[in-house]
């Protein structure tokens, strides 16, 4: 079993019981387990038989927080995602320093150079979505405003013309059920940008806990 294996099936019995943010930040601490085992010389086969199988881990993790295992992996379609999101996460590991390389100093610096061209790439559309979100954040609150303010006002012209009673009743319903969709449309982009904008900063951190293994290995060896 590789490392990459390991921190997989271990991410899958975690998702079972922990939320993405903690199961995120426990990987990452095995991830060190594995930077300062390679340091120390051991292989990741070696690293992995001192921690143990990835199940006892999980079950360990979720007994100290009182959450009990319950869901099992079922489908095929389901195993297919699975299947797919390794082979994904197997290509992104190709951005990883590889401390076992014997250049691997030359990666670092690959790396490194990778990670600042990719952030100048997607600064520019990274401002822009924020702008635009922000912006669609102030028109939706300008909007929930003219609901309140026109409120009164809508009540006044129904008392007024009674002609156009329906109408005003439809047209105000239709109104909140519009507003209560563009929120709802909103919140969850917001909640997507937030995710992506995690995952890109857990895969710089990963990047970083490397780099500085790298730097590490190399002082060690002088």
Do not use: C
């Not at 990778?114 to 822009?128: D, E, N, V």
């Amino acid at each position: 079993m590789k490392k990459e294996d390991f921190l997989e099936i271990l991410r899958d019995y975690l998702k079972k019981g922990f939320s993405e943010d903690e199961v995120r930040d426990i990987l990452r601490d095995y991830e060190e387990y594995f930077i300062d085992g390679i340091i120390e010389g051991k292989s990741e086969m070696e690293i992995i038989e001192g921690l143990g199988s990835p199940k006892e881990i999980a079950n360990e993790l979720l007994a100290e927080s009182n959450i009990k295992n319950e869901n099992k992996i079922k489908g095929k379609a389901e195993r297919f995602f699975i299947g797919a999101k390794g082979r994904f996460k197997s290509e992104l590991n190709k951005f990883k320093v590889n401390l076992n390389d014997i250049n691997h100093v030359k990666s670092r610096k690959k790396i490194k150079l990778l990670q600042i061209l990719i952030t100048i790439i997607l600064a520019p559309f990274i401002l822009g979505i924020l702008v635009s979100t922000i912006g669609a954040g102030i028109v939706l609150i300008g909007s929930l405003i003219a609901l309140v303010v026109g409120t009164p006002f809508a009540i006044s012209l129904a008392n007024v013309m009674p002609e156009l009673k329906m109408i005003i009743i439809f047209g105000f319903i239709a109104y909140i059920g519009f507003e209560i969709l563009i929120w709802q449309l909103f919140i969850a982009v917001v909640s997507l940008e937030k995710k992506a904008f995690r995952r890109y900063k857990t895969w710089l951190e990963t990047n970083q806990l490397y780099i500085d293994a790298s730097k590490k290995k190399e002082k060690k060896k002088k």
